[in-house]
């Protein structure tokens, strides 16, 4: 059996923000652009992975979740504690760089870890970690 990943999920509030970082910070390609309701879908990718997307969703939308698991959810963004995602890169160093000048929110800067990876972190404009590892 042969299973991928396909696409995950992150939640967004403000697809103009989201688009800055992912397209134009991470250098990701907008691969769909949804509206329905007053909301957006945006799903991204890097280029040179077509079977491999994140899907940065209203966290509202689901029809199942209630108005306080919303209202959980929307104080667990806020505080970068609801979602995450895990990226890999080559060049590390410049990664960092290239996600610093853009202005985004950094966690933490490029470090060995004491559990042989070599990483750094950023928020997201909605909260959500990014880790990056350097791969070797």
């Not at 689901?62 to 963004?77: F, H, K, S, W, Y």
Request: glycine share 8%; aromatic share 8%; hydrophobic share 40%.
């Amino acid at each position: 059996m042969k299973i991928t990943i396909h696409a995950s999920f992150l939640p967004q509030d403000d697809p103009d923000a989201a688009l800055a970082f992912y397209r134009d910070a991470l250098g990701f390609e907008v691969r769909n652009d949804v509206g329905y309701g007053g909301m957006r879908w945006i799903t991204v990718g890097p280029a040179d992975q077509p079977g491999t997307s994140i899907v940065l969703h209203p966290p509202a939308a689901d029809p199942g979740v209630t108005d306080d698991e919303r209202r959980t959810i929307v104080e667990m963004m806020a505080k970068g504690t609801y979602a995450g995602i895990l990226l890999a890169t080559a060049d590390l160093d410049s990664t960092f760089a290239r996600l610093r000048a853009s202005g985004a929110e950094v966690v933490q800067e490029p470090i060995e870890q004491p559990y042989g990876v070599r990483d750094c972190a950023f928020r997201d404009p909605a909260g959500n970690l990014v880790r990056i590892q350097e791969l070797r």
